[in-house]
């Protein structure tokens, strides 16, 4: 039923669900290879550790393959029936809102952040199967894009439970300390947990989601002080800016001066230049 009773134009598109095209192929890709890794365990089980897991003693001996094949690698069946079912439950939201190559850009950062802060945080002698650095930073990036939004009412459809996206993205960072602290030798997966939270928060930042953290506030408060001396004639900059810093080396001498007031004088050598009638 149509509310103004006319025909459709020719012209009118229908609306079509997005395709999600870059998670189901996220999700395939994981698949496949948690099933390559099973045939692998099963039959040549020092592989996964030796070559494909990665660790400090495979950096050394220039596998630098371990970076891509590790992102893919889970540390057992629970841990990929749950990264796969958070990304795609989570994912559909994200992947609508930021589209899709941000998207894949995300999970890969997070893939990546989650490994370095393996090999930064972790003894030399572990190795990561890292999955689950990606599915953290889609975790932290829905928790920022939408704190409030409660998941679902039921978590897994099995025990009663309302959680807000923020809540689970903050569970997530604690139970990456708490397990880092915790567990730190053999083959593990949850040492990737804080890099791709943290490649997570930061991305969606950066698309300008969530709030602006102490570093965007300096940034904006410093560029808006820019713009404010930029819009300033030279009268006004010298009034302001200038007769200050004259005080302070009548009083203490130039060498008191810090960089900054050093290049607030070479500014305003620039304004009464551009001043000047040519």
């Avoid at 103004?4 to 095209?21: D, E, F, L, M, Y």
């Avoid at 506030?217 to 007769?243: H, K, P, T, V």
Wanted: glycine fraction near 8%; proline fraction near 3%; charge should be positive.
């Amino acid at each position: 039923m149509r509310l103004s009773g006319r025909n459709a134009s020719s012209h009118t598109q229908r609306w079509t669900p997005p395709q999600r095209v870059v998670l189901l192929s996220l999700i395939g890709i994981n698949l496949a290879a948690f099933f390559a890794q099973l045939l692998l365990q099963a039959y040549h089980p020092q592989t996964i550790v030796e070559y494909l897991g990665l660790s400090d003693r495979g950096i050394n001996r220039a596998y630098a393959w371990q970076f891509l094949s590790a992102m893919f690698l889970h540390a057992g069946i629970w841990q990929f029936a749950g990264n796969m079912i958070v990304l795609y439950l989570l994912g559909r939201d994200v992947e609508s809102i930021l589209g899709q190559k941000h998207f894949l850009y995300l999970y890969f950062c997070g893939a990546i952040a989650g490994e370095l802060g393996h090999l930064f945080l972790m003894p030399s002698t572990t190795v990561l199967l890292g999955a689950s650095g990606g599915v953290a930073a889609i975790i932290v990036a829905f928790g920022t894009i939408l704190p409030e939004l409660e998941l679902t009412n039921s978590f897994f459809f099995v025990f009663p439970l309302k959680l807000k996206a923020k809540h689970f993205a903050y569970a997530l960072f604690a139970a990456g300390v708490a397990l880092i602290v915790l567990d730190r030798r053999g083959v593990v997966g949850h040492s990737a947990y804080l890099g791709g939270c943290s490649a997570g928060w930061l991305y969606a930042h950066l698309l300008g989601f969530g709030r602006p953290s102490f570093v965007q506030r300096a940034l904006q408060r410093r560029c808006a002080r820019i713009e404010r001396r930029r819009q300033m004639s030279a009268e006004e900059f010298i009034a302001e800016e200038i007769d200050p810093l004259l005080e302070k080396i009548s009083r203490a001498g130039l060498a008191s001066l810090s960089r900054r007031e050093r290049r607030i004088l070479a500014e305003a050598r620039g304004k009464m230049i551009e001043q000047q009638p040519q």
